[in-house]
């Protein structure tokens, strides 16, 4: 076999790996009840970014050396695919709220129950960046959407708890945490929300 012929198929057989990342991104949020959740920020890179690698990996007119470029440049690609994808494939609620630009924002979280509550953790920039804390708020779970207030915790105690929840509940953040790539530990940037139901009017 020779060597033009190896480095095509390989180009073809990570393209193939690159296209079904790239699809899984999008089809694994059909998976959750409700609105679908359009992948943005690094997830939406980590989708489009597979699929067009993928398409110009598999395009057979591909010049050879821009094609071992496209593979050299896979592995990052496919980190942010493969994470967007694996994110997606337990529980995952969506709370609407605004940025601090006043625009329109859909948050996607893990969640806990804990006490009677239903709980999630998050970077404390993350919760004032978005006005979170007191606010009324609109959460999607398990295809329900329903009207919350979130109520902020700091203290270490609460925070380390819910972070040790989600990492027993989440098989995603226990092996990404095994790798370094989670938290094992709550940082002390972190914070813990409670979602509490709205009072009535």
């Known amino acids: 076999m020779s ?3 190896s480095s095509s198929k ?3 057989v990570v393209g193939g790996v ?3 990342v790239g699809a899984a991104v999008f089809a694994v949020r059909l998976v959750h009840e409700g609105a679908y959740a359009v992948p ?3 997830n939406l890179f980590g989708g489009l970014g597979a699929l067009l690698l993928g398409a110009l990996l598999v395009w ?3 010049p050879r050396a821009l094609g071992w470029l496209l593979v050299a440049a896979s592995p990052v690609v496919l980190f942010f695919g493969l994470y967007a994808t694996m994110a997606e494939l337990e529980e ?12 329109a924002a859909e948050l996607r979280l893990w969640i806990v ?5 239903e709980w999630v953790g998050m970077p404390r920039t993350k919760a004032v960046e978005h006005s979170l804390d007191g606010a009324r708020l609109e959460m999607l779970r398990g ?3 329903r009207c919350v207030v979130p109520v902020l915790y700091e203290d270490r105690e609460t925070v380390t708890t819910i972070h040790a929840l989600k990492l027993e509940k989440y098989a995603v953040a226990r092996v990404s945490a095994a790798i370094g790539l989670y938290p094992s530990e709550a940082g002390e940037g972190s914070i813990s929300m409670r979602f509490d139901p709205c009072p009535s009017d």
């Open 3 to 5: 060597e033009s012929s």
């Open 143 to 145: 295809g329900e959407v």
């Open 10 to 12: 390989l180009q073809i």
């Open 40 to 42: 943005r920020g690094g």
């Open 60 to 62: 057979p007119l591909v």
């Open 18 to 20: 690159l296209l079904a």
């Open 92 to 103: 995952v609620i969506s709370l609407y709220a605004t940025d601090s630009a006043g625009q």
């Open 113 to 117: 129950d804990h006490e009677n509550g």
